[in-house]
């Protein structure tokens, strides 16, 4: 059964960065779209960016231009890059198979603030 597992989350302070890491235990994130989504509290969890087979990506507004996904093939892994982050970016981070979700992983949290 496949399981996802994210990393990479943390507290930072507004203009940071960092980079989240997914894997797909059981599983392999080359031969799908793949996406991050998020959750902050009180809120819906909503996606973010999505990054297809042929490698071309799409971001939601809210993180476009701040943010990067990325795969890696060879190590089965997933990554976004967020860079100039603000508090609004506050979440539980969660990456997944875009077309059609399986069951979640844990997430990671990432905190914005000073």
């Known amino acids: 059964q496949v399981q996802f597992v994210e990393s990479g989350g943390g507290l930072v302070q507004p203009g940071g960065s960092l980079r989240l890491s997914c894997t797909a235990s059981?599983?392999?994130?080359?031969?799908?779209?793949m996406a991050w989504w998020r959750q902050a509290p009180q809120k819906q969890r909503e996606l973010i960016a999505r990054i297809y087979i042929d490698g071309s990506t799409n971001y939601v507004p809210s993180v476009k231009g701040r943010f990067t996904i990325a795969r890696d093939s060879a190590a089965n892994m997933v990554y976004l890059q967020m860079n100039s982050l603000e508090p609004e970016d506050t979440a539980v981070y969660y990456c997944?198979?875009?077309?059609?979700?399986?069951?979640w992983g844990q997430g990671t949290q990432v905190t914005v603030s000073t």
């Open positions: 997944n198979y875009y077309a059609q979700q399986i069951t």
């Open positions: 059981g599983g392999t994130v080359r031969l799908y779209s």
